[in-house]
C-alpha cells in the first residue's frame, strides 16, 4: 500500500470516528412532546404542538428527516415560504421551539449539536386589540336584565375584577375560597406558584350562592368541571347576542391590568395581581397611549412646584 492510499485511509477512519449523531425529526417530536407531558401543563404543550407544526410539516414535504439536514439554507426557505403568510413574531416563534427541541434532543444526547443558526427576524410592536369600557357597560347592564347563567356572570366577573386566566378560573377549589377574608388561593397557576387573587365587595353575594361542597368552584351544565372551550363559548355568545367586536377572557384580562395601572400608575402592583414574573411582561398587557403619557406629563411636571397653571 503506498503513501497516499494510507493517507486516505487515515482520513477515512477519522471521518468515520466524527459521523454526526443524528436521529428523524418525527422521532424527535415525539420525544419532545413525551417531556413536555411530563413536565409541563396542557396550554404549553397545546402551544407547542400548534407552534411546531407548519414547520415540521414543511419539512417533511421538503424530505428533511433527519436533524442532520438541518442547515441554515433550509431555515432560510422556510422563512421566504411563511413571510407572505404570517407576522415574523409568528416565524420567531416557530423557529425558536424547534431549536427548544433539538436542545432537549442534544441534553438526552440523541444528538450532538444544532446545525443552523437562526437570528431573529425584525419584529414591528404592535397594539393588542382591546375592550371598550362601552362593551363591558354593555355586557353588565345584560347581567342585570337578561336570564344569564349564574355560573358564567360570575366568570366574567370574576376575570374582569382580578385579571384570573382561563386556566385559573376553571380549577378555583371551593376549599380555597376565604370569605371572611375576601381572597381566593391559587393553586393551579400557569407558573406554578400559587398566588391569591381578591374578592370585591359587588360580586361576593353572587359567589357566595354559587360556592358547593364539590372540589372545584364552576362545573358545565353535565356536572363536569369546566373546561377552557366551555369559557370560550360563553364569551362567543356574548360577542353574537350583543354584537361585540372585540371581547375574550385574555381581552378582558388585558382590560383589567390597563385599567388598574391607569387608576393606580403602579406598575408593580399590576404585575403582582396578574401573576407576572417581570415588568416586560406585563408591560405587554397595558393599553397606554402617548395622549395618556402626554396628560400625566402635564400633571406631574417639576415645573408645576414653580410655575402652576392655571
Not at 417530536?29 to 410539516?57: A, C, E, V
Not at 407576522?87 to 444544532?114: A, G
Not at 361542597?213 to 362567543?236: A, C, I, W
Not at 393599553?287 to 395618556?292: H, Q, R, S, Y
Request: with cysteine; proline share 3%.
Amino acid at each position: 500500500m503506498n503513501q497516499i492510499d494510507t493517507q486516505q485511509l487515515i482520513n477515512f477512519l477519522l471521518g468515520q470516528q466524527q459521523v454526526e449523531k443524528s436521529m428523524e425529526i418525527k422521532t424527535c417530536y415525539k420525544l419532545f412532546m413525551n417531556h413536555l407531558s411530563i413536565h409541563n401543563r396542557d396550554g404549553t404543550i397545546h402551544s407547542y404542538q400548534s407552534t411546531l407544526k407548519p414547520l415540521l410539516n414543511y419539512l417533511d414535504r421538503s424530505n428533511v428527516i433527519t436533524t442532520a439536514q438541518l442547515n441554515n439554507a433550509i431555515i432560510d426557505k422556510y422563512i421566504l415560504w411563511r413571510k407572505p403568510v404570517v407576522k415574523p413574531v409568528t416565524i420567531n416563534k416557530e423557529i425558536k421551539s424547534l431549536e427548544i427541541m433539538l436542545r432537549l434532543m442534544i441534553r438526552y444526547n440523541y444528538i450532538d449539536k444544532i446545525n443552523f443558526k437562526f437570528n431573529a427576524l425584525k419584529t414591528v410592536k404592535t397594539t393588542i386589540p382591546q375592550i371598550s369600557k362601552e362593551s363591558i357597560e354593555k355586557i353588565i347592564k345584560y347581567f342585570e336584565t337578561a336570564t344569564v347563567n349564574k355560573n358564567n356572570k360570575l366568570m366574567f366577573l370574576l376575570i374582569l375584577t382580578t385579571g384570573i386566566r382561563t386556566s385559573e378560573v376553571i380549577n378555583l377549589k371551593n376549599k380555597n375560597i376565604d370569605l371572611t377574608n375576601n381572597t381566593i388561593k391559587l393553586d393551579f397557576t400557569k407558573n406554578g406558584e400559587p398566588r391569591y387573587i381578591y374578592i370585591v365587595d359587588q360580586i361576593k353575594p353572587l359567589l357566595e350562592s354559587i360556592m358547593n361542597k364539590k372540589e372545584y368552584l364552576f362545573y358545565d351544565s353535565h356536572g363536569n368541571q369546566m373546561t377552557p372551550n366551555g369559557v370560550r363559548k360563553f364569551f362567543k355568545r356574548l360577542k353574537q347576542v350583543l354584537n361585540i367586536e372585540i371581547l375574550s377572557p385574555h381581552k378582558l384580562r388585558h382590560y383589567y391590568a390597563t385599567t388598574i395601572y391607569k387608576k393606580s400608575l403602579d406598575l408593580y402592583l399590576v404585575k403582582e395581581l396578574l401573576g407576572h414574573k417581570s415588568l416586560s411582561m406585563t408591560q405587554i398587557y397595558l393599553d397606554i397611549d402617548n395622549k395618556e403619557n402626554q396628560k400625566r406629563n402635564n400633571v406631574f411636571n417639576p415645573l408645576n412646584d414653580f410655575m402652576p397653571t392655571h
